[in-house]
């Protein structure tokens, strides 16, 4: 594992979790994307920063996709 990057969001009230990641072999090439399932060995520490308001997740019907409803506010994060 050689970076791990992303967010844990609430949808629909449930955690999910949406994480990239970059993988080397090796022969030296490196892969990366979405990270769906990973086995590690023989660690890997993971450092998370949490916040006292849950990032929520919404459909957004122009990109079909859950984003973060970034309109709300949250502990002084947006005016």
């Given amino acids: 594992m050689i970076s791990l990057i992303g967010d844990v969001g609430l949808v629909d009230g449930a955690p999910q979790v949406h994480a990239h990641g970059a993988v080397g072999s090796p022969d030296g090439q490196v892969r990366g994307g979405h990270m769906l399932e990973a086995i590690v060995?023989?660690?890997?520490?993971?450092?998370?920063?949490?916040?006292?308001?849950?990032?929520?997740?919404?459909?957004?019907?122009?990109?079909?996709?859950?984003?973060?409803?970034?309109?709300?506010?949250r502990d002084g994060l947006n005016p």
């Avoid at 920063?49 to 309109?71: G, I, M, N, Q």
């Fill in 41 to 73: 060995w023989p660690t890997l520490e993971l450092f998370f920063t949490a916040y006292r308001t849950p990032l929520t997740k919404t459909h957004d019907a122009e990109t079909s996709l859950s984003l973060f409803d970034l309109t709300e506010k």
